[in-house]
């Protein structure tokens, strides 16, 4: 371990103290002591209890399953605590960015995720650092740097070690895009495992079929009208009509995983429903050997650990950008993979001047 580094100093939230811990390991600090809780009526309320002007400060902050929005606000109040204490440099560090799905406009709806990306740039931020945002448009919500590091040499190195251990075959092996929006990012895995993609298709075609029109925040048509128009010169025109109701399509497989480990990618695992049924539609139906789930940030609540364990899900891999401890106890198939020598580094280089690209060296375009 090298020397102490100099004017840096590292806050952390209530979110995910042990984290911050690790970080401050590797980086041979301490982390600064912050007095932060909530008040009767939930309010924030914080104090820290040594001065940060003139030094770096890096705050580490991510979201949980279930205080999302305290996360939110415990973040913007110790950013803009020290910005207000001339601080000199003023970072974010945020594994899990919430409000990331919601980064398109709907209908009738609004762009969350470029709120948040206001809100912390007002509250004094000078650079994020994060991981494997659900979007990446989202970097351009922010009018500061964002670092958007990614989890996948971790999570593809572990599942090197996993085909290593089994004496798996690289042919006996199929990497599974769940929907066709996670096509890319499953070829990316595919290309540097060197094995084969499948598709699936139908996964979640049932929340589609309400959202497919509302994309775009332009589309708010008038009431339906069922009649026919008549239009100049005696022809008639049908007038069309909204389509209500979804429609819950059945399961397809692009590929062939019969006899095979099948490896799910996901970047966000909140929703267990769709991988359980995908999971069991591959061993029951394609008749796959082993079904794997690999995701990068476990949004999981304890009811749907259980219900991952009870599965026919053999594996399920995550990083500890989310804290999930009681998860990890209700579930034993969920296996964790460190990254924080990831932010570590990626704090050490930005600290000292030096570039962040060795850390993207390993990264597919696609990833």
Known sequence: MGPPLGEIVILAGNTHPYLADEICQRLDVR?????????GNRETMLQITSSVRFK???????????????????????GYTCHTSAAKHLVGVIPYLPYGKQARQRKRGSIPARLLAKMICRAGFRHIITVDLQHKE????????????????????????????QQINRSDV?????????VRKATAYAERLK?????LHGQDDDKLADTVDEIDGRSSP?????????VPGGDILPVLTTFSG?????????GDVRGKLAIMIENILDDVEQPIRAANFLKQDEGARQVHLVGTHALLTPEAAEKLNESVIDEIVVTNTIPHEIQSMKCPKMKTIDISILLTEAIRRMHNNESLSYLFADVSHED
Request: aromatic share 8%; charged share 20%; glycine share 2%.
């Open 31 to 39: 982390r600064m002591e912050v007095n932060l809780y909530h008040a």
């Open 56 to 78: 770096d400060c890096y705050i580490i902050q991510t979201a949980t399953d279930t205080n999302c929005n305290d996360a939110i606000m415990e973040l913007l109040l110790m």
């Open 138 to 165: 989202i970097q351009g919500f922010f009018d500061i740097p964002v670092e958007n590091l990614r989890a996948s040499p971790f999570l593809i190195q572990h599942i090197r070690e996993t085909l290593f251990q």
């Open 174 to 182: 199929v990497i599974i895009a769940m929907h066709t929006s996670s």
């Open 195 to 199: 094995v084969d993609i499948a598709i």
């Open 222 to 230: 008038p009431p339906p009208v069922r009649e026919i128009e008549i």
């Open 246 to 254: 979804s429609y819950r399509s059945p399961l397809k497989l692009v």
